[in-house]
C-alpha cells in the first residue's frame, strides 16, 4: 500500500512564526488526513480533506491538497510552545479500503 | 463524549508468551481499527472491524488476530511474541466513512 512522506523531517522555529509542513504520495486517495501526535502518545485528529476539496481551515491550521501534483501541506499559523509535536500525513485510498497509510511524519519544535 | 479508551497502557512480556489488548471505541462509532508504531515511526495498519466483522488487514503475520464486540469494543490478539512486536499498539474507532478517526492513548507494549 502507498504511504505518505513527510518534508521535512524535522523543523524548529520560534514562537509566533509560522510552520509548513508537506506531504506527497503516489496514487490516488479518497481523503487525506493530518493527525498530531505528543512524545509517543495517542494521535489527535487535526483536519480531514476529500479528494475533490482544495483547501480547509480549522483555527490556525490550514490545510492544502493538489491531486494532480499529489501533495498536501499542513500550515500552523503562529504557532504556540504547545504545537512541539510530531504530525503525520495519513491517506485513505477509497474504493472500498479505510486503512490509513502514515508517513513517518514530521518533528516540529515551537521555541518560546 | 468518552474518547477511546485502552488497555492496559503499559505491558511486559516475554518472547513465546501470548497478549491481549483491549479498546473501548468511542460511543456511536461502528469502525475500530487497530495500529502498531514502532519507536520513531510512523503508525502501521494491522486490521479493521466493522459491525464485528474484519474489513481489512495490513502485512501482519496470522497470529496478530482480533474481534469486535456487539458494543463495538475490541482486543487484540498477538501469540508467540516475538522482540520485533516491541511497540505502541493503536485503537481508533470512527462512526462512518469520510470522517476521520478517534485515537486511544495506547497501549505500550516491550517484549523482552
Known amino acids: 500500500s502507498q504511504q505518505g512522506e513527510e518534508d521535512p523531517q524535522a523543523l524548529s522555529i520560534q514562537e509566533g512564526e509560522n510552520a509548513t509542513m508537506n506531504c506527497s504520495y503516489k496514487?490516488?486517495?479518497?481523503?487525506l488526513q493530518w493527525y498530531r501526535q505528543n512524545s509517543g502518545r495517542g494521535l489527535v485528529h487535526l483536519i480531514l480533506i476529500r479528494s475533490n476539496e482544495r483547501e480547509k481551515h480549522s483555527g490556525r491550521l490550514r490545510v492544502t491538497l493538489d491531486t494532480s501534483k499529489k501533495s498536501s501541506s499542513l500550515l500552523i499559523t503562529a504557532s504556540r510552545a504547545a504545537d512541539t509535536a510530531s504530525y503525520f500525513c495519513?491517506?485513505?485510498?477509497?474504493?472500498?479500503?479505510?486503512?490509513?497509510?502514515f508517513g513517518k511524519g514530521t518533528k516540529l519544535s515551537v521555541i518560546p | 463524549e468518552t474518547g477511546v479508551t485502552q488497555s492496559p497502557t503499559h505491558l511486559i512480556k516475554t518472547r513465546g508468551q501470548q497478549v491481549t489488548l483491549r479498546c473501548s471505541s468511542q460511543?456511536?462509532?461502528?469502525?475500530v481499527s487497530w495500529y502498531q508504531q514502532a519507536l520513531g515511526q510512523g503508525p502501521q495498519f494491522i486490521f479493521q472491524y466493522y459491525r464485528e466483522e474484519e474489513n481489512g488487514r495490513g502485512n501482519f503475520p496470522p497470529r496478530f488476530s482480533g474481534l469486535q464486540f456487539p458494543n463495538y469494543s475490541s482486543e487484540l490478539n498477538v501469540n508467540a511474541l516475538e522482540l520485533d512486536d516491541s511497540a505502541l499498539y493503536l485503537c481508533a474507532s470512527s462512526p462512518r466513512d469520510n470522517y476521520g478517526y478517534t485515537f486511544g492513548s495506547g497501549t505500550r507494549l516491550t517484549v523482552v
Open positions: 495519513a491517506l485513505e485510498p477509497g474504493a472500498g479500503s479505510y486503512q490509513l497509510t
Open positions: 460511543s456511536g462509532h461502528n469502525t
Open positions: 496514487t490516488s486517495i479518497n481523503n
